[in-house]
DNA sequence: TATAATTCTTAAGCAAATTTTAAGGCTACT
DNA sequence: AGTAGCCTTAAAATTTGCTTAAGAATTATA
């Protein structure tokens, strides 16, 4: 799920990306409209949703709103507004926004409205397993036959990206982009690195490892029948 | 638990009804507005939950909304509407009311919300705790052992913070959000020094420490199994 | 009201863990 | 056999958290 954020603020842009990447979102910024609007245009139909400040250098929210409303219908656009008539709110409303939210605003409720919007709101899956490996969102833990297993950051969110894909490939480009957030191409060999880490951890001497490589591709993890 | 649904289509009202009972609710119905309104008004310290159509013969929600508003300010009231932009929804927040709900619906996600909504009203744990440490807010106390920890107030908030979120993981921005009520701040070091006092009055020298430290996301009280 | 005490926040140095880079060896495929 | 892609390892670079101490801010006390 990627977010694009148009917000001058660095405070609460920063404050808005870093929580929303807490959550597994991964998120773009924009510091004024202009680069807002041209990242907004560019990658139209990659951003599950927009945020975007109603009073912006350059070019304001509105006009953003309804330029990118003309080349894309359906991208959720949720307003951040300082102004505090409602007035105004549906005027952010009329011209193409699905929601907006005054600030300030609380993350929570952000995170609400952001839900609702992707339509996330049905009870998210919190636990993922294969095999006798299990992982669970909330605790933010690993567990491998009972027994917990530590993993890092990078290979905790890595190892949810396979659960979450469990069954099907993921290739090395896709796993760069979701679990690196890095959106162009981008050879490295820090995916080899942590799937080496991941399968020192997961797997069992002598066995054969729980991840599949598919040369040329990328990785899987197989489903249990 | 009691709750009212007001609502002109019979096939939705009576499909509801149906589930909230055997849920165990008791629930009363009311086909038009004005009815509504009454029942409302006559029982509205009643009532744990309404639920409101948008669109009513005679009296529609939103006026049925702030009416009841205007005597009661807690019962959670959430809309049920056919309109499908949102608009339309934050107008009905701005009536009054806690929540909306588009139709069609599944009545899985308006128990969900419900019970969010309930919640909030439910009377409230006074008392939490964690291996030989208990915090008691309707006294304000923390006792480590029988013996009482002197806390300040920070202290005490993000203590009951992670109690409260026994065994998951509370995440640096949550934290900052709902202790110390920053919105806009979170790369602020003050957390790492309330945990450092925390860790000092809570602690056995020694011991491994009773709040984990999980890198790059946040903390964790683990449960006592 | 002035002063003292306590509590809260900021900042900086340090330590440690994580992440990335890089390089050489290995393997499967043509 | 050659080669592209993958594995493994180790060291460099970076990030993150811990700990302190000092200055602000708040609250209590004289």
Redo the contacts with the bound molecule.
Sequence with gaps: MRILIVEDETSIANFVREGLMEEGFSVDLADNGKKGLQLALDNITEYDIILLDWMLPGLNGIEICRTVRKENKSVPIIFLTAKDTVDDAVFGLESGANDYIRKPFSFEELLARIRVLMRKNETELLVFSAGDIELNIDKHTVTKGEKPVEL????FSLLEYFLRNKGKVCR?TRIIEKV?DLHFDYD???I?????AL?KKLDEPGKTSIIT?I????YKIESDE
Tied chains: 1, 2.
Excluded: A, C, M
């Design positions: 890092t950051q990078k290979e090395r690196w490295s060999s820090v080899d690195v942590y799937i080496n399968r490589t040369r040329g591709i990328g």
